[in-house]
T-cell receptor, first 116, second 112 residues
Framework: EAGVAQSPRYKIIEKRQSVAFWCNPI?????LYWYQQILGQGPKLLIQ????????DSQLPKDRFSAERLKGVDSTLKIQPAKLEDSAVYLC??????????????FGPGTRLTVL | GEDVEQSLFLSVREGDSSVINCTYT??????LYWYKQEPGAGLQLLTY?????DMKQDQRLTVLLNKKDKHLSLRIADTQTGDSAIYFC????????????FGIGTKLQVIP
């Protein structure tokens, strides 16, 4: 079974530029998560999708971050415009069922973003 | 609010046992997890324990849960150099869909 795929693996941009990350979850996984992991910290949930609907985006900085999951499969996370403090690894994860308590989250390798 | 705390660093010799500790604050936590993150990689679920359990053993891994003190530990027996990584404690709690809060991670260094 293929794992969660993410691209690009690395991205360097200047502040105020835009950037987009892509995630392809494990086939058939209904629930998809985007996390932000700042260096030296644990992952922080940005947004959670159930199929193509948003379940939780309470910690997503909506003035600059946006995410979509068209057709309930792949997802993109966009930052526009980027700030220095957005430098982090952006992790995508998915679960097979409804994202209910106890469901195992499978993580992708992440996209490391550096904002100069 | 939810908070998960871990020590930052642990160093052990190859072959010894490692014990990584974690404390959490949310008494309504239902599942507690241990994830491993190797350099440049995503998080890998190692094991998890349901909140009504005291202990769970899985090969070299032993998880102990003290719900009264809200303390979780991960013991790795016969630690190997391949166990060198960052270990994250995480909790999930009720509220409909799963919400997971991660600690900051403990970096385990295994000395050959």
């Amino acid at each position: 079974e293929a794992g969660v795929a993410q691209s690009p693996r690395y991205k360097i941009i200047e502040k105020r530029q835009s950037v987009a990350f892509w995630c392809n979850p494990i086939s058939g996984h209904a629930t998809l998560y985007w996390y932000q992991q700042i260096l030296g910290q644990g992952p922080k949930l940005l947004i959670q999708f159930q199929n193509n609907g948003v379940v939780d985006d309470s910690q997503l900085p909506k003035d600059r971050f946006s995410a979509e999951r068209l057709k309930g499969v792949d997802s993109t996370l966009k930052i526009q415009p980027a700030k220095l403090e957005d430098s982090a690894v952006y992790l995508c994860a998915s679960t097979s069922a409804g994202g209910e308590v106890g469901d195992t989250q499978y993580f992708g390798p992440g996209t490391r973003l550096t904002v100069l | 609010g939810e908070d998960v705390e871990q020590s930052l660093f642990l160093s052990v010799r190859e072959g010894d046992s490692s014990v990584i500790n974690c404390t959490y604050t949310d008494s309504s936590s239902t599942y507690l997890y241990w994830y491993k993150q190797e350099p440049g990689a995503g998080l890998q679920l190692l094991t998890y324990i349901f909140s009504n359990m005291d202990m769970k053993q899985d090969q070299r891994l032993t998880v102990l849960l003290n719900k009264k003190d809200k303390h979780l530990s991960l013991r790795i027996a016969d630690t190997q150099t391949g166990d060198s990584a960052i270990y994250f404690c995480a909790e999930s709690y009720p509220g409909g869909y799963q919400k997971v809060t991660f600690g900051i991670g403990t970096k385990l260094q295994v000395i050959p």
